[in-house]
């Protein structure tokens, strides 16, 4: 370990990464006694994809994360794929031999991915911690899913309490997914298929309410289905059959969010469902480590003239890392004029709401790449970041933004998270510039903070 590490040049300073080698999909994500936990597919021993293992990294805060020890390690059943944890309150599987309660990792062996696995299948196993997640041992009766097409895989549990079942939402091949319940763990009873079109890998299942919508005084609660490039299903689910109502739709139109998953055990007090995404894709030259994680988001669910959508925004904690503030209020945009030429750095939280007006483009230039809200005539209202496009209507003849600079990603979040883009850039060392510009007329900014950032490698 070197004095540099962490703030290596394009190090990302708010999402994780490990401290050294590849990183993909974020794994595992549960919460337990003040730990918010996240296992990442990793590869301890080199830069590149390979020898898949469960890394890990804990935080109280979903900002400022602290790596341990690898989780699960290759055996002969196949390497360490992506998978999903609980927390097993019950203790259903009967595995608790402490005070606390049993962390269970539900993940894929993928066999014949190393020497020690040739021959064997991709199969579903477990493993469990009763020691808050420092240390692990694998079920000694693996796999508890056997081998059922190609390379299934991908596991997502989650508990179903009116029928007191664990439900799994597995990836079969193509566009085909399984469900999945068992009483405890171990046995696995299939309930039913599902095919969701231009979807694949990584899928996750959860319940959540409809915000500002309440049926005889309970929140109207809706099951969502994503994939690992986050297009979703909401529907219903009893136990037994979920029904998709609607979907597949897309909340993340940018070019780096793959593999997403949500956190299993937050407190009934919070009560918020939080997403992670592995930005997918993302470049690193000359750095010991190689790939990130997305900034924590929330997700929330909405009725809308179209129907019901999920939103995404980031959570409130990067409110944390807030340094100093540059504020503008009810400020007239000309052709011309950059209200941000001062500004110079490469960490912000920008927040803008505005009216295009008489303007025909809206761009911020963030160290040289620009994103552009763009109005042409009265129909095409569209949204453009780091070469991806997403349509995005006025609302009540705004718009509001949220964009996340961090040294090697850009993520914009609009209108309340109706739509988000989550992507990685890899900007000049030296172009450490901001620019707010309007083409084609004047824009009113009713609105603009932009909040330097302190790092959370401290």
């Not at 370990?1 to 290596?8: A, D, F, G, I, P």
């Not at 190393?114 to 911690?129: H, R």
């Not at 230039?365 to 496009?389: C, F, I, N, P, Q």
């Not at 084609?440 to 909040?451: K, N, W």
């Amino acid at each position: 370990m070197t004095s540099n590490l962490y703030h290596e040049t394009y190090r990302p300073q708010f999402h994780f990464s490990p401290r050294q080698n590849w990183t993909n999909d974020p794994n595992g994500l549960v919460y337990y006694k003040g730990e918010y936990h996240l296992f990442f597919q990793h590869n301890p021993f080199g830069i590149d994809w390979g020898n898949m293992t469960w890394g890990h990294a804990i935080s109280p805060d979903l900002v400022h994360w602290q790596q341990l020890p690898n989780a699960l390690e290759p055996d002969s059943l196949g390497t360490i794929f992506s998978g999903s944890a609980v927390v097993d309150w019950r203790n259903t599987a009967g595995f608790q031999s402490g005070d606390d309660e049993v962390l269970v990792a539900i993940y894929t062996a993928a066999g014949n991915t190393s020497e020690a696995s040739q021959g064997q299948p991709f199969t579903q196993c477990i493993a469990y911690s009763n020691d808050r997640g420092r240390t692990w041992t694998k079920y000694a009766g693996n796999p508890v899913l056997g081998h059922i097409v190609k390379e299934n895989r991908d596991p997502k549990v989650v508990w179903h309490a009116p029928t007191s079942q664990w439900i799994m939402a597995l990836y079969k091949d193509a566009e085909t997914y399984a469900f999945f319940a068992s009483p405890d763990l171990k046995a696995w009873t299939h309930l039913h298929d599902i095919d969701v079109p231009g979807c694949t890998e990584c899928p996750d299942f959860f319940e959540m309410p409809i915000l500002d919508h309440r049926d005889n005084g309970s929140p109207d609660m809706r099951w969502v289905f994503t994939s690992a490039n986050g297009r979703y299903l909401v529907g219903s689910f009893d136990g037994h059959r979920f029904i998709p109502e609607t979907g597949p739709h897309q909340v993340d139109f940018g070019a780096n969010y793959y593999a997403v998953q949500s956190y299993s055990d937050i407190p009934p007090h919070d009560g918020r469902r939080i997403q992670i995404a592995w930005m997918a894709g993302g470049k690193y030259p000359d750095m010991p480590f190689n790939q990130q994680m997305s900034f924590p988001c929330e997700l929330t669910l909405h009725r809308s003239p179209i129907g019901l959508r999920l939103c995404r925004t980031p959570v409130r904690e990067i409110e944390q890392l807030h340094a100093r503030a540059h504020v503008w209020r009810e400020l007239a945009l000309q052709p011309g004029s950059n209200p941000l030429s001062a500004i110079r750095g490469d960490l912000f939280d920008i927040r803008i709401e505005f009216e295009p007006a008489d303007a025909t483009e809206i761009n911020f230039t963030v160290r040289g790449e620009t994103m552009t809200y763009a109005v042409d005539g009265k129909t095409l209202k569209t949204l453009t970041s780091l070469g991806k496009s997403a349509p995005l209507d006025l609302d009540d003849g705004r718009i509001k933004l949220q964009i996340l600079v961090d040294r090697s990603s850009l993520e914009v979040f609009a209108n309340d998270g109706k739509v988000s883009m989550t992507s990685c850039f890899l900007p000049q060392p030296d172009d450490l510039s901001l620019s707010l510009t309007a083409a084609g007329g004047t824009a009113r900014i009713h609105t603009l903070d932009v909040y330097e950032l302190n790092t959370a490698w401290r």
